[in-house]
């Protein structure tokens, strides 16, 4: 299990870039898989991007080609590279992270797949 906090969030008007960051802690965290997720009012929570702890990656269709997720595993840091805002970007975003095994290392999409949340970093995306 590890606790994570998330940060950089704002507030950013449409065509912006913010970098959101998610602090890990655990001695293990390179053998995590992490992912971000995002929950816009009176919207369900929804997957954004993953990377595996082979560092394979995977994105939400809305964010392909503007949002990059890395990790930095020295730092036991996800980060979370958003461009090319929009205002329906607005919303609070959600670091995960699973220790469960995953011998593929397949990125995973589903909430179900992660055991581990932060509490959230609000983006905010005006107009």
């Known amino acids: 299990q590890v606790q994570l906090v998330e940060s950089g969030g704002g507030l950013v008007q449409a065509g912006g870039s913010l970098r959101l960051s998610c602090l890990a802690s655990?001695?293990?965290?390179?053998?995590?898989?992490v992912s971000w997720f995002r929950q816009a009012p009176g919207k369900e929570r929804e997957f954004v991007a993953a990377a595996s702890w082979r560092s394979l990656t995977a994105y939400a269709d809305s964010v392909k080609g503007r949002f990059t997720i890395s990790r930095d595993n020295a730092k036991n840091t996800v980060y979370l590279q958003m461009s090319g805002l929009k205002p329906e970007d607005t919303a609070l975003y959600y670091c995960?992270?699973?220790?469960?095994?995953?011998?593929?290392?397949?990125?995973?999409?589903?909430?179900?797949?992660?055991?581990?949340w932060g509490q959230g970093t609000q983006v905010t995306v005006s107009s």
């Open positions: 655990g001695r293990t965290f390179s053998a995590y898989d």
């Open positions: 995960a992270a699973s220790g469960r095994g995953n011998p593929l290392g397949v990125p995973w999409s589903t909430q179900e797949s992660y055991a581990d």
